[in-house]
């Protein structure tokens, strides 16, 4: 059984950082796509960073490039989402994602086929 779990979240003020984790049990890293995610409240949940072939080939929203930074620990079964210059805009719930198949684009929710609870990140102005 795959279970996601993410952490790190929390209430950082604009400009501020956070560094959220998502841990993996169940699933190995590969060549498939991981991902992070968020969704703020009567917004639609939007792709936020992508990162396939253990770490060889990543992909960002245009919104946060320049920012926030994926990567991912194959040995410790974790992937990462550093977030600098945190806006209010970038408070939501984050969610990390994991495929176990080929194509489709990134920030296509629908590619994915495991998903973590989530971890709320606030940004205060």
């Known amino acids: 059984q795959v279970q996601l779990q993410e952490s790190g979240g929390g209430s950082v003020q604009s400009g501020g950082s956070l560094k959220l984790s998502c841990e993996a049990s169940?699933?190995?890293?590969?060549?498939?796509?991981v991902a992070w995610f968020r969704q703020a409240p009567g917004k639609e949940r939007e792709g936020v960073a992508a990162?396939?072939?253990?770490?060889?080939?990543?992909y960002y929203a245009d919104s946060v490039k320049g920012r926030f930074t994926i990567s991912q620990d194959s040995a410790k079964n974790t992937l990462y989402l550093q977030m600098n210059s945190l806006k209010p805009e970038d408070t939501a719930m984050y969610y990390c994602?994991?495929?176990?198949?080929?194509?489709?684009?990134?920030?296509?929710?629908?590619?994915?086929?495991?998903w973590g609870q989530g971890t709320q990140v606030t940004v205060s102005s």
């Open positions: 994602a994991a495929a176990n198949n080929c194509g489709g684009r990134w920030s296509t929710g629908a590619i994915y086929n495991y």
């Open positions: 169940g699933y190995t890293y590969s060549s498939y796509a």
């Open positions: 990162i396939y072939s253990l770490g060889r080939i990543t």
